[in-house]
């Protein structure tokens, strides 16, 4: 079946190092891809997809490209800031099967002053 | 704000009871989707409603069940809680059909004691 597998954290940065957090996927087809930001106490916002390969999601810095032949849609920023301290939730998304989501188990960030 | 309205915030029941979480879609979205998060299993896919039929199933147990309402909120039921149904349950909704972007409600803390 589809997986999603992200790094596991914490991952602690400080204030504007650069951010890489992996994420690779097992599916049959050509999936969608998605990164979900959870900040404390809300539920999942959307915050960059691709739905192709060789596309590049972007959204408030961060960006994630569509890796078909490594199977991958690692998430990066070039400067973190205290405000992007969530945790990061890799998805797929096989379009023809429902719409539903597959979740990689997150990665928390943290980011200190 | 999602749009995604989800009813009550914090539960807390005892082993064997029943409870019912709500959920109220985003205006104009026609699918419902029930996701469960928890500390061993991550994020999963329970089921899923489009226009009121079911849509799609995922890992959702035989004491959970769920139904989608002609004005298009949906209700979970989940009957003979165990410890481990202790979890944040997620509803999301979208216009459906492929490729529509899914808003996830804030979620629904169940504690079961």
């Known amino acids: 079946g589809d997986s999603v597998t992200q790094m596991e954290g914490p991952v602690t940065l400080s204030e504007e190092a650069f951010l890489t957090i992996n994420c690779t996927y097992t599916?049959?087809?050509?999936?969608?891809l998605f990164w979900y930001v959870q900040y404390p106490g809300e539920g999942l916002q959307l915050l960059l997809k691709?739905?192709?390969?060789?596309d590049k999601g972007s959204n408030k810095g961060f960006e994630a490209t569509y890796r078909k032949e490594t199977t991958s849609f690692h998430l990066e920023k070039g400067s973190v800031q205290v405000s992007d301290s969530a945790v990061y939730f890799c998805?797929?998304?096989?379009?023809?099967?429902?719409?539903?989501?597959?979740f990689g188990g997150g990665t928390r960030l943290m980011v200190k002053p | 704000d999602s749009g995604v309205t989800q009813t009550p915030k914090h539960l807390i029941t005892a082993t064997g009871q029943r409870v019912t979480l709500r959920c109220s879609p985003r205006?104009?979205?026609?699918?419902v989707y029930w996701y469960q998060q928890s500390l061993d299993q991550g994020l999963q896919f329970l089921i899923q409603?489009?226009?009121?039929?079911?849509?799609a199933k995922g890992n959702i147990l035989e004491r959970f069940s769920a139904q989608q309402f002609p004005d298009l909120h949906s209700e979970l039921n989940l009957s003979s809680l165990e410890l481990g149904d202790s979890a944040l349950y997620f509803c999301?909704?979208?216009?459906?059909?492929?490729?529509?972007?899914?808003?996830f409600g804030q979620g629904t803390r169940l504690t079961v004691v």
């Open positions: 409603y489009y226009n009121g039929e079911e849509r």
């Open positions: 999301a909704s979208s216009v459906g059909g492929a490729d529509t972007e899914a808003f």
């Open positions: 599916a049959t087809g050509y999936p969608s």
């Open positions: 205006s104009g979205d026609l699918s």
């Open positions: 998805a797929l998304r096989r379009n023809n099967a429902g719409n539903m989501l597959t």
């Open positions: 691709a739905t192709k390969a060789d």
